[in-house]
Nanobody
């Protein structure tokens, strides 16, 4: 599967952005999906994940209550709605697709994903 992330940009603190990740192929619903981010000089970190049906989600503590992950299997797209953005949310955001069992140990780890998109830059100004 090929993944194409979009929707990044420059936003002021307190603002909102919605990221999208479009997947190629007809097997999108067979993957759980995740969003990760990488700030300059830092490791890539988990942000949010969603199960194949969309019925279950996981979030990192740093974004819980502010970000919402969702998916539309008919459109082969996963979204990340980001509200109340903070300067520390500044990073390149990556979407990823995984084939294993949707449990926290897999879904919140980079090693739990098989395919990655190219990333989209989010910059939050103070």
């Amino acid at each position: 599967v090929q993944l194409q992330a979009s929707g990044g940009g420059l936003v002021q603190a307190g603002g909102s952005l919605r990221l999208s990740c479009a997947a190629s192929g007809r097997t999108f619903s067979s993957y759980y999906m995740g969003w990760f981010r990488q700030a300059p000089g830092k490791e890539r970190e988990f942000v949010a994940a969603i199960s194949r049906s969309g019925g279950n989600t996981y979030y990192s503590d740093s974004v819980k209550g502010r970000f919402t992950i969702s998916r539309d299997n008919a459109k082969n797209t996963v979204y990340l709605q980001m509200n109340s953005l903070k300067p520390e949310d500044t990073a390149v955001y990556y979407c990823a697709a995984g084939r294993m069992v949707f449990i926290p140990a897999q879904a919140t780890s980079k090693t739990g994903y098989d395919y990655w998109g190219q990333g989209t830059l989010v910059t939050v100004s103070s």
